[in-house]
């Protein structure tokens, strides 16, 4: 079954803009993980945040935890091409099964 | 280093064969998942191994379906006489197993398509 619902499902927004994917959640989670696909091939990690922990940045990206709302956010600023993808968040229970969303596809316009 | 390893890319088989999907985790990872995919769509969870041990089976159909994660090489999902629906992108990944703080680490995913 799935556990995160990334919201909107599709986002088109103009290079240079700001992009904020939203997941929630429904269960207890250890941690909750960002990941980008990129069409035919495999999810490439972005960014891990802790149950304890509220916001985590890196680079261009920042995530936040709301756990009261079990809901998180994917900031990305200052948007490029290369974002282009689809962007899946994932979370961690405490038997380590790893759920992934539906995800959110983020294309950039020239 | 060499990452998650999926062999084959490309898999067809005919309605009844079966299919054997092999993934080689990076070097020092224990922890073995499989996920589904469908055009358009998110990972489903099927299985979730460490070494000669499967822990969470739930997302895998008891029938047809099964993997394995050996002592000595790859982890295998093996699919029993295929049907159509069976059509989909297979990912694997792998992880450390540290606490359960440490990403997964993908491969680039067999596409089986049945016909």
Known sequence: ?????????????????????????????????????????????LILIR?????????RLRVTLDTSKKSSSLLITASRAADTASYFCATRGRDDKIIFGKGTRLHILP | NAGVMQNPRHLVRRRGQEARLR??????HSHVYWYRQLPEEGLKFMVYLQKENIIDESGMPKERFSAEFPKEGPSILRIQQVVRGDSAAYFCASSA???GMEPLHFGNGTRLTVT
Do not use: F
């Open chain 1, 1 to 45: 079954s799935q556990q995160g619902e990334e919201d909107p499902q599709a986002l088109s927004i103009q290079e240079g803009e700001n992009a904020t994917m939203n997941c929630s959640y429904k269960t207890s989670i250890n941690n909750l993980q960002w990941y980008r696909q990129n069409s035919g091939r495999g999810l490439v990690h």
């Open chain 1, 51 to 59: 149950s304890n922990e509220r916001e985590k940045h890196s680079g």
């Open chain 2, 97 to 99: 197993g540290m606490g």
């Open chain 2, 23 to 28: 993934c080689s985790p990076m070097k020092g």
